[in-house]
C-alpha cells in the first residue's frame, strides 16, 4: 500500500525558553552598570511582553540584550512585533512586543498557493492557525519543505516544518 505522507507547517515558539530568557534578561538588568537604578520591569503575559524603564536609551539596551538572549535559545527573532513607544506615568516609557504566534488565514492562503504553483502533485489544508501539506512523494515534502523556510524570510514570520510523516 503506497500511503501519503504529510507534514504541518506551524508558527511556533518554546515558551519555556522565552520564559527562560527573559529571565536571563531581568538578571543581566539587575548587574549591568548602565542599568542599574533605572527602575526597568520586562512582564510576560499570554501573548505580550511588556517592557517599563526610564529613557528610551534604557529601552534600546534592554531590546538588545532580549535579541541577544532569543539568539542563544533558538528563538527566533521573528515572533517579536515591537510596539510604539509610549509615555506612561510622568517621565516613564512604556513598549509592548506582540508575540507572533500561529499563521494568519491570507498569509496561510499564500503559502499555499505558492507551494501548489512551485509542485504540482501536493496537496495543501489549512487547520486552524497550521497548514497541513501532503503528497505520496516524500521528495515533493522535501521540496516544500525548502519553499517554506524561503518564504518565512519574505513573510518576515517564524514558520516549522513539523510532524513529518
Known sequence: MAGSFSFDVISDFDRQELINTLDQVR???????????????????????FIITNSELTLNAVNDIIRQKAIKRNLSLKIFDYGEIEMFSGNRIKQIILLKQGIKQEIAKKIGKNIR?????????????????????????????????????????????????
Open 27 to 49: 538578571r543581566e538588568i539587575a548587574q549591568r552598570y548602565d542599568l542599574k537604578g533605572t527602575d526597568t520591569s520586562v512582564e510576560l503575559d499570554k501573548e505580550n511582553i
Open 117 to 165: 504553483d512551485q509542485i504540482k502533485k501536493i496537496n495543501v489544508s489549512i487547520n486552524g492557525e497550521t497548514l497541513r501539506v501532503a503528497s505520496k512523494s516524500k521528495n515533493d515534502l522535501q521540496l516544500a519543505i525548502k519553499l517554506v523556510s524561503e518564504l518565512e524570510e519574505s513573510l518576515n514570520i517564524p514558520l516549522k516544518a513539523n510532524n513529518f510523516r
